[in-house]
C-alpha cells in the first residue's frame, strides 16, 4: 500500500495550519518583547547620535510590514518542513505499528528536536537587539551544523533500536548503546561547535533575553505540536473512512 500520496495531503494540511498558529503565537506573544528589544535598539542609537556616531536609523520598512512578512515567512517555512516531515512520516508508517496519530506525534517530536530543542539549547535565539549583522553567515552556518549533529545522533538512536530489537538485545544493553549515542552526540554539539560569536551587549536586561529565548523556543513547540496532531487526525480519520467502506463494500459483495 503506498501511504506517500495521503501523507502528503495530510502533512501539507497540517503544515498550513501549524504556520498559521506559529504566527498568532508569535503575533501574541512574542510580539511584545519584541517591541521592547527594538525600544532598546533604538535608545542605542539616540545615544550613539548624541556621542556623534554615525547609526542607522532609517526606518525602510515599517514594523507593520515587518509582522506581515515575519508572518508569511512562517506559513511558508512550516509548508517546507512539513515536506520533510512527510517523507520522514511515510517511512516511519511502514516500519511501525503505531496508530495514525501516535506515529505523527512521535516523527513531529523528532523534527522538533532536531530543528529548534538541540541547535536551541546550543545557539538560543536573541532578540533584535542582541547581534551583529555581520556575524549572520557564521551563526547560519553554525546553526545548520548543529541541526545536522541531531539529525545524525537521531538517526544512530533509529538505527542501534532497530539493531536491538533484530538480534534480541538485553535491555541493559539497548540502554548503554541509546546513552553513549546521546552522550557523543552532546560532547559534539556542546563541546565540537564554537560559542556564539555574538555577545549580549551591557544594554539588554537577560530577563528580556530569556524570555525572547524561551517563546521562540516554545513557538517552534507549538508549530512542531500542530503539524503531528493536525497530519495524525487527518490520517486517522481518513484510514477510518477506507476501513468503513472496504467493510461495506465486503458485506455488499457477500450478499
Known amino acids: ?14 503544515g498550513l495550519a501549524a504556520g498559521v498558529v506559529a504566527a498568532a503565537f508569535s503575533f501574541v506573544v512574542v510580539e511584545p518583547t519584541v ?4 525600544a532598546v535598539e533604538a535608545s542605542r ?21 515587518q509582522q506581515v512578512g515575519g508572518a ?9 518542513l512539513s515536506l520533510l516531515y512527510a517523507v520522514a512520516l511515510s517511512r516511519f508508517r511502514r516500519t511501525s505499528n503505531f ?31 542582541v547581534g551583529d549583522p555581520d556575524t549572520v553567515t557564521e551563526r547560519t552556518l553554525l546553526y545548520a551544523c548543529a541541526i545536522a549533529i541531531a539529525a545524525l545522533a537521531l538517526i544512530t538512536l533509529l538505527v542501534v533500536v532497530r539493531t536491538a530489537r ?11 548503546s541509546v546513552v553513549g549515542v546521546l552522550v557523543v552526540a552532546g560532547v559534539l554539539l556542546f563541546a565540537g561547535l564554537p560559542p556564539s560569536p555574538d ?33 495524525g487526525t487527518l490520517l486517522a480519520r481518513a484510514s477510518h473512512t477506507a476501513t468503513a467502506y472496504a467493510r461495506t463494500h465486503r458485506a455488499l459483495s457477500g450478499r
Not at 1 to 14: D, E, F, Q
Not at 72 to 80: D, E, F, K, P, Y
Not at 166 to 176: I, L, V
Request: hydrophobic share 50%; charged share 10%; proline share 5%.
Open 1 to 14: 500500500m503506498n501511504l506517500w500520496p495521503s501523507t502528503l495531503r495530510a502533512a501539507l494540511t497540517g
Open 35 to 38: 517591541r521592547l528589544a527594538l
Open 45 to 65: 542609537t539616540a545615544m550613539e547620535h548624541a556621542h556623534g556616531e554615525s547609526g542607522h536609523d532609517t526606518e525602510l520598512v515599517s514594523r507593520g510590514l
Open 72 to 80: 508569511i515567512a512562517v506559513i511558508v517555512a512550516a509548508l517546507l
Open 99 to 129: 496508530s495514525e496519530l501516535a506515529s505523527a506525534l512521535v516523527v513531529a517530536g523528532g523534527g522538533f528536536a532536531v530543528f529548534a530543542l538541540a541547535p536551541g539549547l546550543k545557539y538560543p535565539a536573541n532578540p533584535p537587539a
Open 166 to 176: 533484530r538480534r534480541g538485545w538485553s535491555s541493559t544493553r539497548t540502554c548503554w
Open 199 to 231: 555577545a549580549i551587549p551591557a544594554d539588554v536586561a537577560a530577563g528580556l533575553v530569556w524570555r525572547f529565548r524561551l517563546q521562540s523556543l516554545g513557538t517552534l513547540a507549538l508549530l512542531w505540536t500542530t503539524l503531528g496532531l493536525v497530519t
